[in-house]
């Protein structure tokens, strides 16, 4: 079974609670969701494999270790998963970004795939599918497979807020994908919105309504 992490680190808690707060602007929130993508990234790449090689230092050899190459894909779940991309890019700057167009239907709830284009060798990458919110699970489910369709075989999936629904769902569809959170909240109310959640993650990033 998928793993879930929650981080708690400071800093990303409370660049968080800014990203909730209502009275929060979209530039302002833009930034915010781009710094925390850059934060999590940061604690996502923990486990990436290094190799040992030998440089030269101005005053003798030294063997260091450096990231043994392995290839990042990175996909966002259109639109609100655009938000996230550049922060993690600042990090893996050779990532290749692959894009997976969905959206939630607002009477099912159930997402339509409009949009796929993905690297040709994700078979090969170490992917790490985006999106600022898992709620029901339905998209990150639906990308998930769009993207083991294509050949991806190393997944993680990175949001800024879950619901208890949507981990759970997800863990059943994809057990062998691990799931990385910055907000773990309570509940979907009947709408499908995460509760207390940030609203409507794609409105907020594009300040459309
Ligand atoms: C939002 C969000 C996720 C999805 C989560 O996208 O960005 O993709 O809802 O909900 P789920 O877990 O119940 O599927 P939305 O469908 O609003 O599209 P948008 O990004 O274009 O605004
Ligand atoms: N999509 C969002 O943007 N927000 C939610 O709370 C749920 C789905």
């Known amino acids: 079974m998928g793993k879930v992490f929650v981080f ?6 409370h660049k968080l609670a800014y990203i909730r707060d209502i009275n929060t602007g979209t530039k302002e929130f833009r930034e915010l969701v781009d710094e925390v993508a850059s934060l999590m990234a940061f604690e996502i790449t923990r ?3 290094l190799e040992e090689v030998e440089i030269q230092t101005p005053v003798s050899t030294a063997k260091v270790k450096m990231l043994s190459g392995k290839k990042v894909g990175i996909v966002p779940i259109l639109r609100a998963g655009i938000g996230m991309v550049d922060g993690i890019i600042k990090l893996i700057p050779a990532a290749k970004v692959g ?3 969905l959206y939630r239907d607002p009477e099912t709830l159930k997402p339509v795939e409009y949009y796929a284009k993905m690297p040709s060798d994700l078979a090969e ?6 999106d600022p919110m898992l709620a029901t699970g339905g998209s990150a ?3 998930i497979h769009s993207i083991k369709k294509r050949g991806a075989v190393n997944i993680k999936f990175m949001c800024l807020i879950a619901a208890p629904e ?11 994908v691990d799931i990385y959170i910055a907000g773990l909240d309570e509940k979907l109310n009947e709408h499908g919105y995460i509760v207390p959640g940030l609203g409507d993650a794609g409105d907020r990033l594009f300040g459309t309504k």
Request: with cysteine; charged share 30%.
């Open 125 to 130: 990458r170490e992917c790490i599918v985006v």
């Open 141 to 143: 489910i639906e990308a």
């Open 99 to 101: 894009h997976v167009g």
């Open 47 to 49: 486990d990436m494999p």
């Open 166 to 176: 949507g981990v759970d769902a997800l863990k059943e569809a994809h057990p062998d």
């Open 8 to 13: 708690d680190h400071p800093l990303i808690q």
